[in-house]
Structure formats: structure tokens, C-alpha cells
């Protein structure tokens, strides 16, 4: 399925995604030309839209690759383009009739900026991570519906301002600029103390067990906060998940679709089951003093166990003495687990949360086993309702166990 389709799949209504080039997350497994026509009808067959980022910061020489990019994302039909760059803007709208977007690394944070963009052809303005709710509201009310406002609500913030950060530049060299997609997040590293007259006596700056993070930012979450977003005139929510896990993904958009659908749940307690930082409202709500401290490790209340690939008896795959009446299910295992055990699931569908007990486990051949112990293998399992390919199931840790 990958990260696409499981976005799609827990309720996403777009997708923004990378190609091999000009965007700012080399690392996350983009998309080749191939890659981006195919996911193109993917998103679209779901109802969706497709949004490419072309927000890298260019150089007068890729202009001419850039065009010829744009051009190529015009044919195969993607519904928007994501820019930071204002020499990039005016390229891809002398060359293309693509919609563009304003990135949050152009850093919008008043409404004199976010008039200027759309004057230039811009169709929404993904706004800079340090706006206010008083800010993002006054920008709304001036664009007057000529353009819409996007913000991330969820996800990891770079510890810089809006992201102009050198530390990758200069820690390990300029092959990994952070502000050309190849940051190695240096703001993640463990640092001590030098005293200037000691030089080789480190000294931590104690902070908990795992270490000292000075840098580390929090991760933001604003999931208790849409309604508000919403009412000052937000018309997108934006989860950063290019660089995360499938898990992670389907847990977020998940529980971000659930909250627009009218459900009522505990909300952190929801976002709190898959690996993050501790929560903040980031500058959202700056005048209150909910600000972004330094912290520590990621931690999860849950851990995920094992994805459901279909109902067994549907496959190819000849289990021995299986029932393919009975609620039997082929899962991919990836964490331990054993018969006993009581398993969660994350799901679109009406058994969302729902948990069973472990009765019985089958391996490939149809044996019966206790525990299922090897990072992918491909076992059965029986439970009492019914699961459905692209579920996921998760067991919850102990304090003991988090990490």
C-alpha cells in the first residue's frame, strides 16, 4: 500500500508528496516521473488531490530543469504545485497553468506578504509555523477569499525559525543543506559543555535518563484546536508525515479525520499512540505562554504490532487446517507478540479501538505457535469481528516498555 495509500485510506483529502528533485525532504523516499503519474491516478481514483512540492530554494542554474519538471507535472495532471521560491513562482507561471501554493519555508507571517503572493498567482498560502491565531485570523479576514490558508496543525518542527536553519551546512558539510532537502537534523544530536580554558572536558547538561537535547523542539499538535482554526478562516490542515512511519501516518490522519467527521474522543490520548515528541500548540497560541521548549526522546502509549493483509482464505496462500468461514486473518508481523496477548486495532472502518485477545496463531505452513517472533513473518490469527486489509494492530506498552 505505502505511505500514499494509507493516507488516503484513514482520510486523507489530499496528499502532498516529492519527485526525485526540488523539494525539501531528500531522504523521503520520493517519487521518480514514472512514480508521480502512477500516484497521480492513484489519488485521483480516491477522490483526492495531489499536491508536489517544487519549494526548494533554486539557483539560476535549475531553472531550466524546473520548467521542464513543471511542464511534466501539468501533463499528467497533478492539482497543485507547493513554491517557496518567487523566481520559481513566476517560472512555473509563465510555463504552466498549474495552481500554486505558497510553502510555510516562504515564511508568510503577515498579510501584506500573503496579498503579494496572490497577487502573483498564488491560490493558497500555507503560512509560516510562528503565526498567532490572532495573526492567521487577520490574514484570512485581508485576503478576503481570494486565496485559501493553509497550517500545519501536526507533527515535528525544526528547532530554527521557519526552518532557515545552517547547523546541517555547517556540521557536515554543504552536500547536506537542510534548506536544499538533505538536513541531517544536527538539532537532534546529544551536546555537552566545553569551558574555554579546559578544552577536551565535556560536561552533559543533564536533562533525563536518555540525555541531554538541548535543541530538541517539541512536536506540534493542534488536534484539540481545529474548531478554533476553522473559525478564523483556516480552510486546510497540514500533517507533516513524509519522513514518519506507515503506522504513524495512520494513526494521525486517522484521528485529524475523525475530529473533522464530528466524533467525539479523547483526542490526545488518540495521537498519543504512536511514536512523538511531547505535544505543543507551538505559536498558535503564543500569548498564552504554551510555547516550544526543548525535550527529550520520542515515546508512544502503544506499539505497533502487526497490519492485517487480508481475511484468510482470500489469498493464494493454503493455510493447513484453517476454516475459511471462521474470522481468520493473514497479518505481517512486526513486533513480538503472543497468544494471550490483547491486540488493538487502528482502522477507518466501525472497529476502530476495538481489542481482542490472542487466541490462536498459525505460521505459514498451518503450524500452530505461541509467539510470533520474526520482524515480518507472515502468520494467522483468529478474532472474534471482522478486520480488514490495511488495518493495523497495536498492543499498549507499559510505563516499563515506552520508548
Not at 499512540?273 to 497560541?285: A, D, E, I, N, Q
Request: proline share 1%.
Amino acid at each position: 500500500m505505502g505511505k500514499l495509500g494509507v493516507a488516503l485510506r484513514y482520510g486523507a483529502d489530499a496528499v502532498y508528496l516529492a519527485g526525485a528533485r526540488f523539494g525539501l525532504r531528500a531522504t523521503a523516499g520520493n517519487f521518480t516521473n514514472a512514480e508521480l503519474k502512477k500516484a497521480v491516478k492513484i489519488v485521483h481514483d480516491a477522490g483526492a488531490r495531489v499536491y508536489v512540492t517544487v519549494n526548494v530554494f533554486a539557483r539560476n542554474d535549475m531553472f531550466g530543469e524546473i520548467i521542464k519538471y513543471a511542464k511534466y507535472l501539468e501533463q499528467i495532471g497533478v492539482d497543485a504545485v507547493i513554491v517557496s521560491d518567487l523566481g520559481v513562482l513566476n517560472a512555473i507561471k509563465a510555463n504552466t497553468t498549474l495552481e500554486i501554493h505558497i510553502s510555510t519555508q516562504a515564511n508568510v507571517l503577515n498579510k501584506y506578504t500573503a496579498e503579494h503572493y496572490v497577487n502573483g498567482g498564488a491560490k493558497r498560502i500555507i503560512l509560516a509555523r510562528e503565526c498567532s491565531i490572532k495573526e492567521i485570523k487577520e490574514i484570512a479576514n485581508h485576503l478576503r477569499g481570494r486565496a485559501e490558508i493553509e497550517v500545519f496543525v501536526h507533527g515535528a518542527m525544526c528547532v530554527s525559525y521557519s526552518g532557515r536553519c545552517m547547523l546541517s551546512d555547517y556540521m557536515v558539510g554543504g552536500a547536506r543543506s537542510s534548506n536544499r532537502g538533505a538536513c541531517v537534523q544536527p538539532c537532534r544530536f546529544k551536546y555537552a559543555l566545553v569551558e574555554e580554558k579546559r578544552p577536551g572536558e565535556y560536561h552533559e547538561i543533564t536533562e533525563d535518563a536518555n540525555g541531554t537535547y538541548i535543541m530538541n523542539s517539541k512536536d506540534l499538535c493542534l488536534i484539540e484546536h481545529l474548531d478554533e482554526l476553522r473559525r478564523v478562516g483556516v480552510k486546510s490542515f497540514k500533517i507533516e508525515g513524509r519522513t514518519k512511519s506507515e503506522y504513524y501516518l495512520a494513526n494521525t490522519v486517522n484521528a485529524y479525520r475523525r475530529v473533522m467527521d464530528g466524533e467525539v474522543f479523547d483526542r490526545i490520548q488518540e495521537v498519543e499512540k504512536s511514536s512523538h515528541r511531547k505535544y505543543t500548540t507551538g505559536f498558535v497560541f503564543a500569548e498564552t505562554g504554551r510555547q516550544n521548549t526543548a525535550n527529550a526522546t520520542p515515546t508512544a502509549t502503544h506499539e505497533f504490532v502487526a497490519r492485517v493483509i487480508a481475511r484468510s482464505g482470500t489469498t493464494k496462500q493454503s493455510l493447513n487446517g484453517l476454516d475459511s468461514s471462521a474470522r481468520n486473518f493473514i497479518i505481517e508481523q512486526r513486533n513480538t507478540f503472543s497468544i494471550g496477548d490483547t491486540l488493538e486495532v487502528l482502522s477507518p472502518t466501525k472497529n476502530h479501538n476495538k481489542s481482542f485477545v490472542v487466541g490462536n496463531i498459525w505460521n505459514s505452513v498451518g503450524e500452530n505457535i505461541t509467539t510470533a517472533r520474526r520482524v515480518q513473518e507472515v502468520v494467522t490469527v483468529d478474532c472474534p469481528f471482522e478486520l480488514c486489509e490495511g488495518d493495523f494492530l497495536r498492543r499498549r506498552q507499559t510505563q516499563t516498555e515506552i520508548h
